[in-house]
C-alpha cells in the first residue's frame, strides 16, 4: 500500500475536522497542481490505446500527487515564475507510476490503491511496457525543460530506484536482514525519489545552494518517514479502523521495521513462530493476529513510530532554509501529518 | 532470436570465407568499440551484486553490438573528434539490453541468445527491475554528454519502442493482423533503435542536416531489414543449416510477415488449418513442417526476403550523404549482408 491511500482514505478532513496539511497545499498551489494534471494527460496519450486505458487506471485512481506536489512547492517557494516546472511535476509522477507498475509485476500485488492492479486485469506483458512507455515519456518531458541538472537528478534517482527494489528481493523470507539493509532499502526505493522531486524543483527555480540540498534533504527525509508510517500501519489496528487491508507485508514475508524489531525482541518460545511464518513463508490463517500481537508485545510499532517521528522532525528542520510563507507551514504540518495519520 | 544470434553464430567468416562486414566495420573502428565495452563494464556495475550479475548474462553473450557500433561509426564518419560518442553507445546498448529483459518477461521466451533467459534463471522480479536500472543508466550516460538534442532522440525512440512492444501484443493469435500493422510494429519495436543510434551519433558529430537525416534513414531501413530477414528464418531451412532453432515465432503464433502472407496466399483447404494453429493456438509436433511448407509454397519466404532486399537497398542509398570511406563501404556491406545472410 501507498501513502496516497491513506491520504485518499482520509480524505480532506482530519480527525479534528480540520482541512489536511497535503489539501491545504494542494490549495496554495491549486493553478499548478491543475496544469500538471493536464499535462500528465495530455502526455500519456498514445496512437497505442491500450497504453492510456492501462495508465489511466493508476494516473486517475485518486492519489494525492504528493511527489509533483512537493516539486511544484520547492519551485514557487524558490521564487520560479516559468512554466517548465509543470512538465518536471508531470515527469515526476511518471516516474512513480512506473515504478508502481513494475513494483505490481515483482510483488504480485492483488491491490493497489484499492483498485484491482493492472497486472492481474492486463496481464504482466502490458503493465511493463506500459511503465517503459511512461518512463521514456517522463525523459521526454525533461528534455523539453532544457534543465541537463534536473534530467542528471531524476535519472539517478530513477537508478537508485531500481538498486533499492532489487535489494527489497532479499529482504523477503530472510529473518537475517538487518536494519541498515531495511533502511537502505527505504531510502533507495521510497526516499530517493521524494529527495529528487523536491531536490529537482528547487534546482529549477535558481534557488541558492542552501535552498536546493535543504529541500532534498526535506523531501528524503519525508519519505523515509512516510515508508516508516506504512510499515508500521500494515500492524495497526488503525489500519483496520480505517477499513484498509491489514498485513499485506506480513503474507509477503517482507522484512520491514516492526519484523525486525520484533523478531530481535522476541522471547525464545516466539522465535519458531518467526522462522515458519518468514524464513519457510508457511503461514495459516491466525497467524496475522499472532504476529500482531507479538510486534504490539514488543513495542516494535511503538519503536517504528518513535523513528519515523525523528526523521518528520529532520524533514522540518531542513525547511530551516525556506522563507516563510503559507507553503512552507504546509510542507511542515504535512511532515507531522505524515506520522499523526497513523494514531 | 536477435540479429545478433545470426551474427554471432556465422562467426567471422562468411560463406566465400571473407570477413564479414560486420566484422569489418569493428576493426575499422576497434579503438572506439573497445572503450564502448570498457564504458558498458564499467557503467553496469552496482553495490547490489545481482545487478551486474544479471546484466552480464546478456552483456557479454557475445552480441556483435550492432546497435552501438552504428553510433560510433555515424559519429566518426560525420568528422567527430571527442569522445562521448563512447557514452552514447553504451547507451544505446543499454537500452537495447533493457528492451531485450523485458521483452524476455513478455514473450515468456525460454532463450535468448542460445543462453537460458535471464528471466528463468532469476525469475520476472530481477529482469524488470535490472532492465530499469540499465534504463536509467542509459540515462545518465546520456546526461554526461552534455547534449540535450541526443537526449530527446533517445527518449523519444524508446517511447516508440515501447508502444511497438505493445502494439505486438495484438499480433498474436490473430489472424486478422494486417500487413501495415505488422510494419508499424517492425518500425517502432526494432528500426527506432537502429535509427535513433545513427542519428544521434550522427548528431553529435556535428553533421549538417543532409547528413543526420540520411544515417538517421539508413539506421531506420536497416532495422526493417533485418526484422524481416529474421521473420523469415524463422521459418527458414537455412536457420536449420546453422543449427538454430526454427519455429519460435510459429509456437507463439505470432502474425509475422511470412505467415500473413502464406495466410491471405492459402487455398481454401488450408484456411482451416492457420485458424487452428494462430487463432487458437492449438499446435501439434507435425504442425511446423507443414507450416514451413505452406510458407515456402506460397511463396511468402521469397516474398518476404524481397521486402527485406528493397529495405537493404533503401539502407545503401541513404549512405549518399556520407563522403567516401571505409566505414561508409562496410556499412553498405552489412545492409547486403544482413539480407545474403539468409541464403
Not at 491500450?50 to 524558490?78: E, F, Q, V, W, Y
Not at 511493463?128 to 521514456?136: N, T
Not at 525543460?145 to 527489497?168: H, K, P, Y
Amino acid at each position: 500500500m501507498g501513502e496516497q491511500d491513506v491520504l485518499k482514505q482520509t480524505g480532506k478532513q482530519t480527525s479534528t475536522g480540520d482541512i489536511s496539511p497535503v489539501e491545504r497545499l494542494h490549495v496554495l498551489i491549486a493553478a499548478d497542481m491543475a496544469a500538471t494534471d493536464r499535462m500528465i494527460h495530455a502526455r500519456m496519450t498514445s496512437g497505442v490505446a491500450l497504453i492510456p486505458d492501462l495508465a489511466r487506471h493508476l494516473i486517475d485512481s485518486g492519489g494525492k500527487r504528493l511527489r509533483p506536489m512537493l516539486t511544484l512547492a520547492a519551485a514557487r517557494a524558490g521564487g520560479y515564475r516559468g512554466d517548465h516546472h509543470v512538465r518536471l511535476a508531470a515527469a515526476v509522477e511518471f516516474i512513480h507510476t512506473a515504478t508502481l507498475l513494475h513494483d505490481d509485476v515483482v510483488d504480485e500485488s492483488a491491490l493497489r490503491r484499492g483498485k484491482v492492479s493492472a497486472n492481474l486485469m492486463w496481464g504482466n506483458k502490458p503493465s511493463v511496457l506500459v511503465g517503459d512507455f511512461l518512463f521514456s515519456r517522463a525523459f521526454q518531458l525533461m528534455v523539453e525543460t532544457g534543465d541537463m541538472a534536473v534530467l542528471d537528478i531524476l535519472a539517478g534517482a530513477s537508478a537508485i530506484i531500481a538498486e533499492g527494489e532489487v535489494m527489497q528481493l532479499k529482504s523477503s523470507n530472510t529473518l537475517s536482514v538487518t536494519e541498515d539493509h531495511y533502511f537502505k532499502v527505504v531510502s533507495a526505493k521510497t526516499a530517493a525519489l521524494f529527495a529528487a522531486a523536491a531536490h529537482s524543483g528547487a534546482l529549477l527555480s535558481g534557488g541558492n545552494d542552501g535552498y536546493v540540498s535543504g529541500m532534498r534533504d526535506y523531501g528524503e527525509n519525508l519519505g523515509i518517514a512516510f515508508q516508516l508510517v506504512d510499515d508500521a500501519l500494515d500492524y495497526s489496528g488503525r489500519q483496520a479502523l480505517l477499513g484498509k487491508a491489514v498485513g499485506d507485508d506480513f503474507r509477503e514475508a517482507k522484512m520491514t521495521l516492526p519484523i525486525i524489531l520484533a523478531h530481535a525482541r522476541a522471547r525464545p518460545e516466539d522465535k519458531p513462530f518467526w522462522t515458519r511464518v518468514i524464513e519457510t513463508g508457511n503461514q495459516t490463517e491466525s497467524d496475522l493476529d499472532r504476529a500482531i500481537t507479538l510486534v504490539e508485545q514488543t513495542g516494535s510499532i511503538q519503536e517504528t513510530m518513535r523513528r519515523a517521528r525523528a526523521y518528520a522532525d529532520a524533514a522540518k528542520a531542513a525547511l530551516a532554509v525556506m522563507p516563510d510563507s503559507d507553503i512552507k507551514r504546509a510542507l511542515g504540518d504535512i511532515a507531522d501529518f505524515c506520522v499523526e495519520r497513523a494514531y
